[in-house]
C-alpha cells in the first residue's frame, strides 16, 4: 500500500506503553443480533475500562510519550471521550491537564473529566470552537497543544484495535468503523491493510456530521457550516488535511447514516448484547441497518467505540426507538 503517516512497527512497540488495562478486550460473535441485521456479527468491545472508550490506547501513547521527554502540562479539545482518557493517562505519569469542551456536552463526560482531576473549560460554541479555544490556550500558558487524530500517537494508539483483529485469527470480511476525528478509522484502516487487505474497511459517520465522509468522496477537505447529530463524539466540521490523505489511502468506502438508525442500532445493542453504548458506538449497527442487502452473507466486525452516556437521554433514546 501507498505511505500513510502509520508504520505497522511503531503500532506494534506502542503497545508496550499502553496500560495493559485498556489492550485484548474482548472480540466475540454477538449471534443475538444476526437474526435482525441479516448477517454474521462480532462485536470488538471498547466499553469495558477506567474512560468508557478506545481513547486511552491514544492518550496512553501520547503521555508516556510526553513525560518522557519531560512535558508537565498539556491542553487538548475535547467532546468528552478524549479528555478523559488524557486526564486518565497524565494523571499517572505527573502531567497536569487542561481539557476544553462545549458547555453543551454529553455531562457524564464532563462530569468524569473533573473526577480524573483535569481542569475543565466550557466554550459556549461547538467542538471546532473548542479546538481553536485550545490552541489558544497553548499559546498564552506555553502548554502542550494534544491534537486527536492529529497527533500521530492517537493514531498509532488506536491502531492498535486493528493487531488484535488481525491477531484473532477470525475470519471475517468487513470492519464498520466509527468516523470523527479519524484516529481510529486510519489506524485500524493502516493495520487491516498492511497485514489483512482483504478485509473492507468501512468508515461510518452520522448524515447530519458529514465533513469527512464528504472530504474522502471528493478527495479534498470539505468542511461544513454545522454538526446536527445526537452522536457527539464524531460531530467535527473542519477535517485535518493530513488525517483524510491517509484516510484515503485505507478506507474502502465512508457511508452515511441518519439518526434514527443510530437509535435503532443503540437499542438493539441493549436488548440483544446487553451494552449499553453512546451513539457513535452504533454507527456500525446503524450502517449494516440501513443497507442489509449489501452485508448479506458476510461476517462483520463492529468496533463498539464508547459507552459515555447521560441516563436521562439514553432512556429517552432508547425508549423511543422502534423494537
Known amino acids: 500500500m501507498q505511505q500513510t503517516r502509520l508504520d505497522t512497527a511503531r503500532i506494534r512497540a506502542a503497545r508496550r ?24 456479527v462480532s462485536i470488538k468491545l471498547e466499553t469495558a475500562n477506567p474512560v ?35 486526564a486518565w493517562s497524565g494523571r499517572g505519569r505527573g502531567i497536569d491537564v487542561t481539557v476544553v469542551a462545549s458547555r453543551f456536552a454529553t455531562a457524564a463526560k464532563l462530569d468524569r473529566i473533573r473526577a480524573l482531576g483535569a481542569h475543565l473549560q466550557l466554550v459556549d460554541g461547538d467542538h471546532e470552537l473548542a479546538r481553536g479555544r485550545a490552541a489558544a490556550v497553548a ?57 489483512a487487505p482483504e478485509v473492507e474497511v468501512i468508515c461510518v459517520q452520522p448524515l447530519g456530521a458529514p465533513a469527512l465522509t464528504l472530504s474522502w468522496r471528493a478527495r479534498r477537505v470539505v468542511n461544513t457550516d454545522s454538526a446536527v ?25 465512508a457511508v452515511l447514516v441518519r439518526e434514527e438508525s443510530i437509535v435503532t442500532g443503540m437499542r438493539m445493542l441493549f436488548d440483544h448484547a446487553g451494552l449499553v453504548v453512546e451513539p ?20 462483520v466486525v463492529i468496533i463498539v467505540c464508547g459507552g459515555n452516556v447521560d441516563a436521562d437521554t439514553y432512556r429517552r433514546w432508547i425508549g423511543s426507538a422502534p423494537l
Open 229 to 253: 447529530t445526537i452522536a457527539d463524539g464524531v460531530a467535527g466540521r473542519f477535517p485535518i488535511p493530513a488525517v483524510l490523505d491517509d484516510l484515503l489511502l485505507v478506507a474502502d468506502d
Open 280 to 299: 457513535s458506538a452504533a454507527l456500525g449497527i446503524a450502517a449494516v441497518l440501513e443497507d442489509r442487502d449489501r452485508f448479506a452473507g458476510r461476517h
Open 17 to 40: 506503553v499502553i496500560d495493559p488495562m485498556f489492550l485484548d478486550t474482548p472480540l466475540y460473535r454477538c449471534e443475538a443480533l444476526e437474526p435482525g441485521l441479516g448477517c454474521a
Open 52 to 86: 468508557r472508550s478506545f481513547k486511552a490506547r491514544g492518550t496512553e501513547v501520547v503521555a508516556s510519550r510526553l513525560a518522557d521527554s519531560g512535558v508537565r502540562a498539556v491542553v487538548c479539545a475535547s467532546a468528552g471521550n478524549l479528555g478523559q482518557a488524557l
Open 139 to 195: 499559546r498564552s500558558d506555553g502548554m502542550r497543544l494534544v491534537e486527536d487524530s492529529l497527533d500521530i500517537e492517537t493514531c498509532d494508539g488506536a491502531a492498535t484495535i486493528g493487531l488484535e483483529l488481525v491477531d484473532a485469527a477470525r475470519p471475517f470480511d468487513t470492519v464498520l468503523i466509527a468516523l470523527g476525528g479519524g484516529a481510529l478509522a486510519t489506524g485500524v484502516g493502516h493495520v487491516l491493510k498492511s497485514l
